[in-house]
């Protein structure tokens, strides 16, 4: 993987994403050719387009990252990626349109676009096809050994599994564990020397996945295969490297603090947040204002009670603030303000209600709590406090997720469906730990860009 802002990009998604790059600016100047000639215009030199091209490779390049082109399901299936492709770039087109409307000098003609985007899908597709199989071969797979041969090794070897791994487990090395799991694992003992035996199956990375660690690390292999040129990690770092999650499991306190990130020098990054805050929450509030209004209106007519509410969170270093909704629940959804989990199908939510929660558009007045500089627009969601009395008691480093501002999105909403438990928040902690640890202007970005498809397929809404 290649790390791009604190972020891990896959090998493989980053030389389909440069080759996509291509693939649109041939389609862009094709289209922009083929249409010339149509109407007997003379084609004059590329490097006068340069802008057009690079515009329209922009538009579309970021709605294939928001659509979620470069997801696991999209790099698995033909059909699956065609369809994203398809809603990508027809987002792409839209969003040039309405950039000719207001800049015509900075785009294509409408006619130039529509055969742009016909090459553009029909090249894209054309591209899945021909590296489909080789992007998920071996050959752009990490090989790692794991030293460790316990239920820690166990998990990397199922994470090893999972369609879309970027690695390849080529040796485990059974460092003398009480309980063994892996049967295919080499004896230390058995290896005269542990980093000849790295270097010969070719092994980029070794990840240590100790059981047991208190006088158990073989220090002397660590420090010859580290001086052989191969990589090696403790096996916190290396999921939170694969799965974007810090894994509880695994993690303690002095990782947490040594380990690389939560950095304090972020002056210019929240400069630069909050300034974000403050102009999209005023242009959002603005735009969508009739929305609201309308869908006030609908929610006030269907059920009794009042189109919004107030509801107390936990903000910033666990702050509480009150947040404002468009009702989706039926007035006394709560007896006596006792807080409730949300349920599949949950009979409280009215009909309007559970369109609303699909869409987002209950959230929408959250923006306020936005420019008043409560909350953020990417972040840990904010919980209820009698949620979060729980969840402190029964999960570690819950209150670490509130030393940053909460958001009306974030790392969590992205990679994980609307859950309601325990064992949901644990999952949803790993991930905000995540962003809380990772975060940056960049992070931020690919969020707001992938909210849009949770927006398009909400998954888990409830």
Excluded: C
């Amino acid at each position: 993987m290649i790390r791009l802002f604190k972020h891990y990009v896959p090998n493989a998604v980053l030389l389909l994403g440069l080759f996509d790059l291509i693939v649109l600016g041939v389609a862009a100047e094709l289209g922009w050719v083929l249409r010339a000639g149509q109407i007997g215009m003379m084609v004059d030199p590329i490097v006068t387009r340069l802008p057009q091209l690079g515009i329209f490779i922009i538009s579309l390049e970021t709605a294939m990252i928001a659509v979620g082109v470069y997801g696991p399901g999209a790099l698995q299936s033909i059909r699956f990626a065609t369809a994203r492709l398809i809603v990508a770039v027809s987002l792409g087109v839209i969003v040039q349109a309405t950039i000719f409307f207001l800049v015509p000098d900075l785009t294509f003609w409408r006619s130039n676009l529509l055969y742009a985007m016909g090459f553009s899908i029909l090249g894209l597709i054309g591209l899945r096809i021909l590296l489909g199989k080789t992007l998920g071969s071996q050959a752009f797979k990490r090989r790692i050994v794991v030293l460790g041969a316990g239920t820690r090794a166990q998990r990397l070897k199922t994470l090893a599994q999972r369609p879309g791994s970027a690695f390849v487990v080529v040796g485990y090395v059974s460092m003398s564990e009480a309980n063994r799991v892996i049967p295919e694992a080499i004896a230390r003992d058995a290896i005269y020397n542990l980093a000849d035996h790295v270097v010969l199956l070719n092994a980029s990375e070794v990840v240590l996945a100790l059981e047991e660690r208190r006088n158990a690390l073989p220090l002397k292999d660590l420090l010859r295969i580290k001086t052989t040129g191969v990589h090696v990690n403790e096996i916190s770092t290396f999921l939170e490297r694969e799965t974007g999650r810090v894994d509880l499991d695994s993690v303690n306190p002095s990782w947490l603090i040594f380990s690389d990130g939560f950095s304090s020098g972020r002056m210019l990054s929240s400069a630069f947040k909050r300034l974000f805050d403050i102009a999209a929450s005023l242009v959002l509030l603005a735009l969508t204002l009739p929305l609201i209004i309308v869908t006030a209106m609908i929610v006030k007519a269907e059920s009794k009670g009042p189109a919004f509410y107030r509801q107390r969170r936990v903000g910033l270093y666990g702050v509480g603030f009150d947040i404002i909704k468009l009702r989706s629940m039926r007035q006394d959804a709560e007896v006596a303000g006792k807080a409730v989990w949300a349920e599949k199908d949950d009979p409280r939510i009215t009909r309007v209600g559970r369109f609303i929660r699909k869409v987002r558009i209950d959230e929408l007045p959250q923006a306020w709590s936005v420019l008043k500089g409560e909350m953020s627009f990417v972040g840990p969601r904010p919980e209820r406090p009698q949620f979060v009395d729980d969840l402190e008691q029964k999960l570690p480093y819950y209150a670490e997720r509130h030393m940053v501002k909460p958001g009306i999105t974030g790392w969590a909403q992205i990679n994980y469906p609307y859950g309601a438990s325990i064992e949901d928040s644990r999952q949803k902690l790993e991930y905000d730990l995540y962003y809380a640890k990772n975060y940056s202007p960049f992070l931020d970005i690919l969020i707001l860009l992938q909210t849009i498809r949770v927006v398009l397929w909400p998954e888990g809404a409830r």
